[in-house]
């Protein structure tokens, strides 16, 4: 079921919210496209749209005095929305204004709702993005598997971006 989030005081203008059909692909795709979103790259529409509706999406929109909305933020979650969540993509074009925080505040209410879940994983940069998190994300930390005799694996696809063959 699709919600909406509004905070004027702190966010005039801003709305949050993971209604599938205020997604805006062509604005994704841009962003993917971008430096801002190191890690992505452009895909085409149909495939971008079989991704997005295939996903937990938090999108951030702003509406602007003219009263048109656009989308300047997306957190994209993979999810079997019982155990397991893994976050990508998550990105903000108006940055400074305090809306990651925001987004991950609803986030993790949202994924604290669920009796269920083990863990929310995500991959980010150490210097810029482990921060950010562990600020702003309540109980975030590194995982150390290998000192508690185990290890993560991954496999890597021709999709894969570049920054990780």
Same mark, same amino acid.
């Given at each position: 079921?699709?919600? %909406?989030?509004? +905070? &004027?005081t702190l966010y &005039? /203008?801003?709305t949050l919210s993971t209604?599938?059909?205020? $997604? +805006?692909?062509? =604005?994704?795709?841009? =962003?993917? +496209?971008?430096e801002m979103v190191y890690w992505g790259a452009r895909l085409p529409?149909?495939?971008? !749209? @079989?991704?997005?509706?295939n996903s937990l999406c938090f999108g951030v929109y702003y509406t602007g005095p003219d009263g048109v909305r656009q989308q300047v933020g997306l957190a994209r979650l993979v999810t079997d929305e019982v155990s397991? =969540? *893994? #976050?990508? +993509?998550? *990105?903000i074009t108006h940055q400074g204004k305090g809306l990651g925080k925001w987004v991950l505040q609803v986030m993790d209410g949202i #994924?604290?709702?669920? &009796?269920? #879940? !083990? !863990? $929310?994983?995500?991959?980010? %940069?150490p210097t810029r993005g482990k921060p950010f998190y562990e600020a702003n994300l309540p109980r975030c930390h590194e995982q150390d598997l290998v000192s508690k005799g185990y290890t993560m694996l991954? @496999?890597? *696809?021709? /999709? =894969?971006p570049k920054i990780f063959q």
């Amino acid at each position: 079921m699709s919600q %909406d989030w509004t +905070d &004027p005081t702190l966010y &005039p /203008g801003y709305t949050l919210s993971t209604r599938k059909e205020w $997604l +805006d692909v062509s =604005a994704v795709n841009d =962003a993917l +496209d971008s430096e801002m979103v190191y890690w992505g790259a452009r895909l085409p529409v149909d495939v971008l !749209r @079989k991704m997005l509706d295939n996903s937990l999406c938090f999108g951030v929109y702003y509406t602007g005095p003219d009263g048109v909305r656009q989308q300047v933020g997306l957190a994209r979650l993979v999810t079997d929305e019982v155990s397991f =969540a *893994y #976050l990508t +993509d998550f *990105y903000i074009t108006h940055q400074g204004k305090g809306l990651g925080k925001w987004v991950l505040q609803v986030m993790d209410g949202i #994924l604290s709702s669920w &009796p269920h #879940l !083990r !863990r $929310l994983m995500f991959i980010t %940069d150490p210097t810029r993005g482990k921060p950010f998190y562990e600020a702003n994300l309540p109980r975030c930390h590194e995982q150390d598997l290998v000192s508690k005799g185990y290890t993560m694996l991954e @496999k890597l *696809y021709d /999709g =894969a971006p570049k920054i990780f063959q």
